[in-house]
């Protein structure tokens, strides 16, 4: 049965809920949890584990390495490829080059937190086995919901559903697996 589920998802009215459930199902050896919401909630980040710590590196090598080709590309044309001395300024004349060096640093590493982003969350996902989960429209809205993913070690779906309702959810249900 567990090979047809996704795991079993439980609905609650308040952040609070959830944060508090989420705590009771780690305790109780829980691995595998999912948590949604309308509304970025830091401390349940936290407590699952959540890390985007990769997001600010790939921003700074994104945006030195954009400094560097910038900066690079400008030495090149002004000094190597076709020096041009006007008004007796010296060819590598850094102060000029910096401008433009910083917007393209800005340039690349904006575009490679998006794509970076995008890769780490799997985004743009358009479909979701939770999206088939009756109610869970309102998770953009005003619920919360708690998910015991079917490949935790310690997932049996009877228990995982006993469980879940122990915690005073508004609703608990099944959520299938994608074809």
């Not at 429209?137 to 009877?158: M, Q, T």
């Amino acid at each position: 049965m567990t090979q047809h589920l996704y795991g079993i998802m439980a609905e609650f009215k308040t952040p609070e809920a959830l944060s508090e459930a989420i705590k009771a199902t780690k305790r109780a050896g829980f691995t595998k949890l999912d948590a949604f919401s309308p509304f970025p909630l830091a401390d349940i980040a936290k407590e699952l584990d959540c890390r985007t710590s990769a997001i600010p590196w790939i921003a700074l090598t994104a945006a030195l390495l954009g400094a560097g080709v910038q900066y690079g590309a400008q030495y090149w044309m002004n000094v190597i490829d076709y020096p041009l001395n006007v008004g007796g300024r010296p060819l590598h004349s850094w102060p000029t080059f910096i401008p433009s060096t910083l917007i393209v640093a800005i340039l690349w590493a904006g575009a490679a937190t998006l794509l970076g982003l995008l890769l780490i969350l799997r985004l743009p996902r358009l479909h979701h086995p939770v999206f088939a989960v009756p109610g869970f429209k309102r998770a953009s809205e005003d619920r919360f919901f708690l998910c015991i993913l079917s490949g935790d070690p310690l997932f049996e779906a009877s228990a995982a559903r006993s469980f879940l309702e122990t915690l005073s959810p508004e609703a608990v249900q099944e959520v299938p697996a994608c074809g």
